[in-house]
């Protein structure tokens, strides 16, 4: 096989995740030829003897073309948990960096078609439920697209590519042994599957995808409890696959979630670290708690970030405040903190319960504080609120329900 055809737009600049693998460094050298503006990421997980010279030989070749490298090394880095979960994360908030630093239009990964069945199989033995069997051929993860043009080609093509083209490449050993549960598929299965089978399993894999799949991340309280299992594992499943973390979700813990939100009126499920089920005022949300965080910045009467906008030049009387400090403070609203608010001194805390704010909201919901980090004022939570001030505090409240 001479050649690969990537079917990608010659006008785009592209990150090529390059692992010094058979299959990634087709994937480069398939770029290179078809002229594509490239930039390739490299992780060296120190996990093998082998990775020291595979990352020296990367950019031996990324030298002779005159290609960007960018390296992460996790040396001295120890895993927590799961070491594929930690690899995988780091692996794409890494990717993440350079498509933001190089300003480029997507990741390049080499997943091909042994990948996809040995997934699907993967699936289908574990029992299960997700929006996408096998493997997309663009999706997006961290707010970055990622495309695998290699889909239609089997691994060993991609080997005989390198081979026919002097493409330099080192096998990983480990991916020789039957210790992990996707190797002994990969040996035992699809390395004995004749073309027929593997047509069949590809088309098997094409109809479950082709089902019909609503995304959603809010529904009534109603709605979500005479929701099926299938739908909501399928809904968890795309915005994990979005912030990159996973976790199985049994039918009986999907049984005990519904069975503690029909008696509450707030209520929060950590699925994965990111993705979170909040029961709040008869509405369920699927939140990206990643967002939810403490900030404090200062500015002078104007400003903004992704998640407020603010602008009182002009003044801020029209918000009882009469004398608003030139330099401002906004941080999260401490529940313990009090206002005035017509001439009553009234808990944060307790002004948030009388609004019915959602719980991911009052942990971002920011104050104005004087420069002695006393507060001052607090925008007020309307569910449809409309702000008919002059001045302008804007918040985004659907900015914790984007992945």
Not at 237 to 249: A, G, L, N, R, T
Request: net charge positive; hydrophobic share 35%.
């Amino acid at each position: 096989m001479k050649k690969l055809n990537l079917s990608l737009d010659k006008n785009k600049k592209y990150v090529v995740a390059c692992s010094f693998g058979p299959d990634s460094m087709a994937l480069l050298d398939a770029a290179l030829k078809e002229n594509l503006d490239v930039v390739v990421a490299h992780v060296n997980y120190r996990k093998r003897d082998a990775s020291e010279m595979e990352q020296k030989s990367l950019e031996k070749f990324c030298n002779a073309h005159q290609i960007k490298l960018c390296i992460l090394d996790l040396i001295n880095q120890v895993p927590s948990g799961n070491f594929q979960d930690w690899a995988r994360k780091k692996r794409y908030e890494f990717f993440k960096t350079v498509v933001e630093k190089e300003n480029a239009f997507a990741v390049l990964v080499a997943h091909q078609q042994d990948d996809v069945i040995e997934t699907y199989l993967m699936q289908k033995n574990r029992g299960n439920i997700v929006k996408n069997y096998g493997i997309s051929r663009e999706n997006e993860l961290f707010g970055m697209k990622i495309i695998r043009p290699l889909l239609d080609y089997t691994k060993q093509e991609l080997k005989d590519y390198d081979v026919e083209n002097n493409v330099p490449f080192s096998i990983d050993v480990s991916n020789l042994t039957d210790h992990y549960t996707r190797n002994k598929i990969r040996h035992s299965i699809v390395e004995q599957m004749s073309k027929k089978e593997r047509a069949a399993i590809l088309q098997e894999i094409s109809n479950i995808s082709k089902e019909k799949f609503s995304v959603f991340n809010k529904l009534t309280k109603e709605e979500f409890l005479n929701l099926s299992y299938e739908s909501l594992i399928k809904n968890l499943d795309y915005f994990m696959q979005k912030v990159s973390e996973h976790s199985d979700v049994s039918e009986k813990f999907v049984a005990e979630i519904k069975q503690a939100f029909r008696t509450k009126t707030n209520l929060r499920y950590k699925i994965t670290p990111s993705v979170w089920l909040e029961l709040d005022y008869g509405e369920v949300f699927i939140v990206n708690g990643a967002k939810i965080r403490d900030y404090k910045f200062t500015f002078e009467r104007k400003g903004n970030n992704n998640f407020i906008d603010i602008d009182f030049s002009m003044g801020a009387e029209d918000r009882g405040i009469v004398n608003l400090p030139q330099e401002i403070l906004i941080k999260n609203c401490d529940k313990n903190d009090s206002v005035i608010i017509r001439d009553y001194n009234s808990k944060i805390n307790r002004l948030f319960i009388d609004w019915k704010m959602p719980l991911f909201l009052r942990e971002m919901w920011p104050g104005i504080y004087d420069e002695k980090e006393r507060l001052i004022y607090v925008p007020r939570y309307r569910k449809n609120f409309k702000d008919e001030h002059k001045s302008i505090f804007k918040i985004d409240t659907e900015y914790f329900l984007r992945f």
